[in-house]
């Protein structure tokens, strides 16, 4: 597979992927399979061969060869009438980025979008001397910057981003009205420096500031284990995301599993934003026998091509999917082809939604248009654009896991009565401190809750939340929700396996 060494820091430096989770596939695939990135750059040149380069009139003159129709007479009309006539002197660059960003913007779809050649450059640049950043997928969705999912032991995750939460400032700054990779551009940076988001996060009425440390961002995106349940060893394989090396890991990890005696498998894409259409159908490959297209790409005039497998037949083993509302794209492909087309179960909740394929166009002078070319559809022929993927066994995390982080401006004490005193009642309620009630009403008994906690953390038992004790409270569900044991979703995909 062949992947230039800017597209693969793209992918994990703040995982940007020309716009979401499933842009990976926009990277790496082509209408005929291939996917090299040369050949991306054949198609833009195709028929204008470095029309960027070309003088004013040559560009002219090509525009007008292409087409004798009045349309791009029209555009062409406009650009004459604007520079030439405006109230003060317009730059033609200028006049040229805004009307390919104009006909982007009519198109209404957060995955297809431009960047000029300063953006390019500037990413360029960025990713030359390491894999440093939050180390979060994210997407443009209704113009808003917004987290596809934080990839696993990045600082994101650390400190505590989820799947929807909409960047509103960087440091203090908006970044309304900046494109996309202006905005990561903002976000991302060196190892030890320190970058402060503010973020809104659904169902939580006032805005978040989450401080986040950028580091480097793990390069490995395949994980296995094993769980003992009833004498039964089941092997687990977690996916990150798809990048070019994934589907060698995760076959190595399968083959030892295997090897290993395993009774079952779970397969766990939870938080998983997408990848590279490749690896997705090579570990499909694995599992779905050749009866059943993988996946579907259907073009816009309706054209399906549909991808096989060669296997005879199924595992020998059964299997569960994990996903949850970060999976997305290429993910969804692989837990959609499982039901579908290898009547697995997936256990969860309900996935992200990306159901469409982007292709990376080189413009000739260094910019570069990242555009939506095809729908991908499920074995069955379904879209789950927007719509997301239903598990088949619904299981949530506990309810603390969903907690938010605590922002003490006021100490939060007895009468009080808002969200953040919710959120840190369903942090003491999973820490096993009663709080009586879990409204946002500071009661008596989540004073006594309040208090218990203190005593067991070390500090003074006032039943007061200050700064020091929501930190605590913090560290404590961190802790909670990385221990194993509380993993309900895991369990569950466990004890489907062997019903």
Not at 134 to 140: D, K, N, Q
Not at 197 to 225: A, F, M
Not at 406 to 431: A, R, T, W
Not at 460 to 468: I, K, L, Q, S
């Amino acid at each position: 597979m062949n992947i230039k060494p800017r597209y693969v820091a793209l992918l994990m430096a703040l995982a940007v992927l020309f716009g979401a989770a499933g842009s990976y596939i926009g990277i790496e695939y082509f209408a005929d399979g291939t996917n090299d990135q040369a050949q991306s750059e054949q198609y833009a040149d195709k028929d204008a061969e470095n029309f960027g380069s070309l003088s004013e009139e040559e560009q002219k003159a090509f525009i007008q060869s292409m087409s004798g129709n009045t349309d791009l007479k029209k555009v062409e009309q406009a650009f004459s009438t604007i520079q030439e006539n405006y109230v003060e002197e317009v730059d033609k660059n200028t006049l040229v980025e805004g009307a390919i960003q104009g006909m982007l913007d009519t198109l209404e779809d957060p995955y297809s979008v431009y960047m000029d050649p300063e953006t390019m450059e500037q990413f360029n640049q960025t990713i030359e001397s390491s894999f440093q950043g939050i180390g979060a997928e994210v997407s443009m969705v209704n113009d808003k910057v917004t987290i596809v999912a934080p990839i696993k032991g990045s600082p994101a995750e650390e400190a505590g981003l989820k799947p929807n939460d909409q960047i509103l400032k960087v440091d203090g700054d908006s970044v309304e009205g900046l494109d996309l990779y202006e905005a990561v551009l903002k976000i991302r940076g060196e190892k030890g420096t320190e970058v402060t988001l503010q973020i809104d996060r659904p169902g939580v009425s006032e805005p978040l500031n989450i401080d986040i440390t950028r580091d480097d961002i793990p390069l490995e995106t395949v994980y296995s284990d094993t769980k003992e349940i009833n004498g039964k060893k089941a092997g687990i394989i977690e996916i990150t995301s798809f990048s070019e090396k994934t589907s060698d890991e995760f076959h190595e990890a399968l083959e030892k599993l295997e090897k290993d005696g395993m009774d079952g498998l779970v397969i766990d894409v939870r938080g998983n934003p997408g990848g590279l259409f490749t690896d997705v159908q090579e570990i499909l490959k694995e599992f779905i026998p050749k009866d059943k297209p993988i996946v579907q790409v259907e073009d816009r005039k309706g054209e399906k091509t549909r991808y096989f497998s060669e296997n005879e037949e199924k595992k020998p083993y059964p299997i569960t999917v994990l996903m949850d509302e970060g999976s997305a794209s290429a993910s969804e492909i692989l837990a959609a082809t499982m039901q579908e087309a290898g009547g697995y179960d997936l256990v969860g909740t309900k996935s992200f939604g990306k159901g469409t394929v982007q292709q990376a166009l080189p413009m000739g002078d260094g910019s570069t248009i990242k555009l939506t070319l095809f729908k991908w559809l499920t074995p069955d022929g379904n879209w789950i654009h927007e719509k997301g993927i239903e598990p088949t066994v619904k299981v949530k995390q506990p309810e603390y896991f969903y907690t938010n982080p605590v922002e003490v401006e006021e100490p939060l004490q007895y009468n009080d009565n808002d969200e953040k005193v919710k959120n840190i009642q369903i942090m003491l309620e999973g820490l096993g401190h009663d709080p009586g009630r879990t409204d946002g009403y500071f009661s008596k008994e989540t004073e006594a809750a309040v208090e218990a906690f203190q005593q067991d953390a070390g500090l003074e038992a006032t039943g007061v939340v200050d700064e020091e004790t929501g930190g605590k409270l913090e560290e404590a569900i961190i802790k909670e929700v990385r221990d194993e044991k509380n993993d309900k979703q895991m369990q569950k995909a466990v004890e489907v396996l062997f019903q």
